[in-house]
């Protein structure tokens, strides 16, 4: 018999995104998605332009299934600070403690990217092309 390299039952998989989502929103303030451009520095490695945040609500999600779905504090993105490329994002909690890193795609059939923002253009690098004063459309990051 061949095992999977690493198999959870349903209720492990639920219970592993409370923990995630209750871990997220303990601290003073609310978690926060930073949009960033350059080249991502490594996981939890300061770097990159910071191109606009997007304050999550709090809690900062809810867990569907076997999905943590993270959601903004208000229906308006917020504005873009720099232009750029959104290449990459990083998560961090309502503490201020890195949380983790994902690649940044526009909304497009396959891609792999861990988020996605709808409604704009690719760059040059996959990423999204943001605009100083320009709002952000709604973002969605979907945790597994």
Known sequence: MSAAALALAPALVT?????????????????????MGDTWPGAGVPGGTLLATITLASPCGSVQGDVLLLSSSTSEGPAVAVSGEARWARLVTADGLWALDCA?????????????????????????????????????????
């Not at 219970?15 to 949009?35: P, T």
């Open 15 to 35: 219970a592993r995104l409370q923990g995630m989502l209750a871990w997220q929103d303990a601290g003073s303030s609310n978690a926060r998605i930073e949009l």
């Open 104 to 144: 940044v795609a526009v909304d497009a059939e396959g891609s792999t990217a861990g988020l996605l923002i709808a409604g704009t253009q690719a760059g040059p690098n996959g990423g999204a092309l943001l605009y100083k004063g320009g709002r952000l459309p709604p973002v969605e990051l979907a945790l597994r």
